[in-house]
């Protein structure tokens, strides 16, 4: 075998946010935050967690359990607020919504930079 074919089953370095793990967990929450102006990388975002949540082990664990829950109760939220435009109310719960999207997912890049679980990463607020 000749030397060429050595460096075809070694990860390239770039590849490394892929896998399951501190880094991979901040690209999806970027990524959601990036899906409040794109929309489309929200859902890369949800589909990276559901294929790593269970693979990564420690406390990034938590943070996979958080990010998924912080996309479906956003959309869920989300989906109310535009139901409830019809009635005005709906405007101040989509900003209401915006604003606890943003302050979910700076919180969890703050516990994923120290290293830290997301506290209650089952919670319905900020997981707190």
């Not at 946010?17 to 975002?45: F, S």
């Not at 101040?92 to 506290?119: D, H, N, S, T, Y």
Request: with cysteine; hydrophobic share 50%; aromatic share 12%.
């Amino acid at each position: 075998m000749s030397n060429t074919n050595q460096g075809q089953n070694t990860p390239r370095q770039t590849d490394r946010w892929l896998e399951p793990g501190a880094t991979n967990a901040l690209v999806i929450y970027i990524l959601y935050l990036a899906g409040l102006v794109i929309g489309i990388t929200g859902l890369v975002g949800i589909v990276l967690a559901y294929i790593n949540r269970g693979k990564a082990g420690g406390f990034v664990e938590s943070h996979y359990t958080f990010l998924i829950r912080t996309f479906w109760i956003g959309l869920l939220y989300a989906l109310i607020s535009m139901v409830l435009i019809f009635v005005a109310i709906g405007f101040l719960l989509m900003f209401a919504v915006a604003v606890w999207f943003i302050a979910r997912c700076i919180l969890g890049i703050q516990a994923l930079q120290r290293g830290e679980p997301v506290k209650n990463p089952e919670s319905w607020l900020l997981g707190q």
